[in-house]
Every structure is written in structure tokens, then in C-alpha cells.
């Protein structure tokens, strides 16, 4: 019995051997999207060979793709942005791209219609942005990525705001039923198993769970992108109002974009302007709550902006007003963080100790910074024992706990 041929439609016919790469990309010249789109679906999957991708790279091919960026099927430049993201995945497809006229048309797409193209823009700027010069070169992009980081902030405002006048209005309306429920149930006399049931169905909504926010994706890599540009260069961010904007990113209900936000934070509390900026902007306060997150990282990174903030004395006393010594003894005091849970290996996150080492050290960094405040000395000369009874053998976590101990021993 002969075997029918199995044909993916979705994708267009590969050539054998040198030929497939040349013949796909003049099949991206044709007329009809559909052609287009299974050429590039045939791209896709052809560069996850080395061979290839360096074969694109260095055969000119990347210049054909400029015109597919501006194709009005959004499917298209979806598809082609998947195809940039995987090209960068290697060194000579990044040097390639930046040295390239794709970035224009590349960062048009930010105002894209189409949801699922921003994100495929937003993976391929924030794979360029983890090397030095991919941020160096977006840097002219970071006031327009700010603008589109206040968009999606707003929106997310209008969309919180609007499900809970949802909410409130289901919650009225679920009161009022179930008076009038009462009122039946006093009337009727029936078994107690007929009521139960009537109780248990009456909300059929209240089990199911929430769906995540469609642009949380977008906005987790907008603000990565952010962040490793502002680690290079903060000026710009912070010209763009950018410690007012992430401030309300701190608070967001979805924890990957608060971590994602304090690291920016972080890279902008570098420069002395952005240390005045978070104290004049009140945004200590909103990081206070972040240092109880329970997610590690989170943690981490708002230990570093208090770390960078505490060294000018507006920084110092606010933190003092805010109890930021006791959080910090208790965070070093705890059990997830001694010196014994730190030597710990752990093997279902290696990089779980590192980032643990990371708040222990930040957290030194901050008591030995708020030390150089006679208020703040007072206080930790009381609570000395509490640091004394840390053993860290990692040689930089006892030169930063010794560090702390001098300065709290400080006499005038």
C-alpha cells in the first residue's frame, strides 16, 4: 500500500543543499502574502542550521528583508522580526543587523497595530541590547522606548481600573441575587442538599483563574531593554522622566515586570541625578515594599537602588524615616540567608545562591552606607551582636560584613 506524501501548506518547498537559502528569499519577492509567508516559515526553520545562517549573513541576504518589515500582512512582519531574533541568536547575525539599515525600519514597529509583531520587535531589540554595542546603538532609541514605556503603563491603569468597576458590579449584582435567593429559601421549605446545591452553582465565575495580561510580555522586554541600555548610559532615561515612570512600574501586579523595573532602577540610581531624583520622587518608599517581594531577584535589585541611593544624605535620611535598618538586620538575620543556606547548592536553581550572595552583599552595602549617619550609627550599635553572629566564608561577604562592623565602631 502506497503512502500518501505528507505537504506542511504552511511552508513553502526547500531546495537541496547551497540552493535553499537563494530560492527561498526570491520566493519573499512574490507578489502574494501567503508566498511570502511560508517562505519565511521555511527561513525559520532552516536557520536553526549554522550552515545556513552564516550563508544569509554573508550572502547579502539580509537587505532583502528591509521591505518585508513595511508589508501591510502583519502575519509578515511578525514573521520577519522571528527571523532577525533568530539571526542575532549568533555573534556574526548581531554584528550583521547593527551594521545594517534594518534598525530603522525595525524600531517603526514599536507602533505597530498588531500585539504579537511588538513583541517579535521587542525580543530582537532586547537580544541586541545585552551586548555593548547593540545598547550603544539604541541608545537614540531610549526616549521613544520610554514614550511607549508610559503607553503601556497607562493602559495597564485603564484596564486595572476598568476590572475592578467589573468586579463591583458583579459583586452588587451577586448580593442582590443572593438576598433574593434568601427571600425564596424563606418561602419555600425544602431539603438543605437542594439549597447547597443552588449555593454551589450560583457563582460559576469564582473558580476560574485569572488570565494573564496580554501586553505583560511587551512590557517585561521593554523594560530589559531599558535596563541594559541604562546600565551603558542613564542620561537619556533620565531625561525621558524615566525614575517617574518606573516608579509606577514598582507597583505592577505582575511580578516579573516589578523585578524588571527595579533592575532599571537600579541602573538609573547609578548617576548622581538619579539618586536626587529617587529621593525627591518619593520612589524609597514604594522599593521598601519590594524588599519583602518574595520573589528573589526582586529583592535583590531593590537592595541595589537603596545601595546606590544611600550614598548622598537625602538618600540616608529618608531611608532612616522609612525603618530601613531593622528590614535590613532581619533580611541578613534570616535562615534563607545565612551563611550555611549560601553554601548550600541548589539543584533545581544553581544561580539561586548567587542571588541570594547578591542581597547579602547589597544589604551590607546599605548598613554600611547608612552607618555614616550618627542616627543611623546609634541604632546599629545596639543591634552590632546581630552582624557579629554572621560566619560567611565567601571572602567579599566578610570584607563587606568587617566594612559595616568598622564603620558602626566609628567614633568621632
Not at 92 to 117: M, N, Q
Not at 186 to 207: L, W
Not at 220 to 228: A, G, M, N
Not at 250 to 258: D, F, G, M
Amino acid at each position: 500500500m502506497a503512502s500518501a506524501a505528507v505537504l506542511d501548506r504552511s511552508r513553502a518547498a526547500v531546495a537541496y543543499g547551497l540552493r535553499a537559502v537563494p530560492l527561498l528569499f526570491q520566493q519573499l519577492q512574490s507578489p502574494g502574502s501567503e508566498s511570502r509567508h511560508r517562505a519565511l516559515n521555511s527561513l525559520c526553520d532552516l536557520l536553526h542550521d549554522p550552515e545556513r545562517l552564516y550563508q544569509t549573513v554573508t550572502g547579502g541576504f539580509m537587505s532583502e528583508l528591509g521591505p518585508l518589515l513595511r508589508d501591510p500582512d502583519p502575519a509578515v512582519r511578525t514573521r520577519t522580526c522571528d527571523l532577525l531574533y533568530q539571526l542575532t541568536a549568533h555573534s556574526i547575525g548581531r554584528r550583521t543587523l547593527l551594521a545594517s539599515s534594518l534598525l530603522a525600519p525595525l524600531s517603526l514597529l514599536l507602533d505597530d497595530p498588531d500585539g504579537g509583531c511588538r513583541v517579535a520587535v521587542h525580543r530582537v531589540l532586547n537580544r541586541l541590547a545585552l551586548l555593548p554595542s547593540g545598547a550603544e546603538a539604541l541608545l537614540c532609541l531610549v526616549p521613544k522606548l520610554m514614550l511607549k514605556l508610559r503607553e503601556k503603563l497607562q493602559d495597564t491603569t485603564e484596564e486595572q481600573g476598568g476590572k475592578e468597576e467589573e468586579m463591583g458590579g458583579k459583586e452588587e449584582e451577586f448580593e442582590g441575587k443572593e438576598e433574593e435567593l434568601g427571600g425564596k429559601e424563606e418561602e419555600q421549605e425544602g431539603p438543605d442538599e437542594e439549597g447547597g446545591s443552588k449555593q454551589a452553582n450560583k457563582d460559576p465565575e469564582e473558580n476560574k483563574q485569572k488570565s494573564p495580561s496580554d501586553g505583560e510580555e511587551e512590557l517585561v522586554l521593554l523594560l530589559s531593554t531599558l535596563s541594559s541600555c541604562s546600565r551603558l548610559d542613564a542620561l537619556p532615561a533620565l531625561a525621558s522622566e524615566g525614575v517617574a515612570l518606573l516608579g509606577h512600574a514598582l507597583s505592577h501586579v505582575s511580578a516579573p515586570v516589578r523585578r524588571e523595573a527595579a533592575a532599571a532602577m537600579m541602573a538609573l540610581s547609578v548617576p548622581v541625578e538619579g539618586k536626587r531624583q529617587l529621593c525627591a520622587l518619593g520612589v524609597l518608599s514604594v522599593l521598601m515594599e519590594l524588599l519583602r517581594d518574595p520573589d528573589t531577584e526582586t529583592r535583590v535589585n531593590a537592595a541595589g537602588v537603596f545601595m546606590n541611593a544611600l550614598i548622598i544624605t537625602s538618600g540616608k535620611t529618608q531611608g532612616l524615616g522609612l525603618g530601613l535598618v531593622p528590614l535590613l538586620l532581619d533580611t541578613l538575620c534570616s535562615d534563607e540567608l545565612s551563611a550555611d543556606a549560601l553554601r548550600r547548592p541548589d539543584a533545581a536553581d544553581p544561580e539561586r545562591p548567587q542571588r541570594r550572595k547578591a542581597l547579602v552583599l547589597y544589604s551590607l552595602r546599605c548598613i554600611a552606607a547608612l552607618s555614616e549617619a550618627p542616627a543611623a550609627r546609634c541604632l546599629l550599635l545596639e543591634q552590632r551582636h546581630r552582624l557579629e553572629q554572621r560566619r560567611d566564608s565567601d571572602p567579599e561577604l566578610s570584607r563587606a560584613a568587617q566594612t559595616a562592623l568598622r564603620l558602626i565602631d566609628w567614633t568621632p
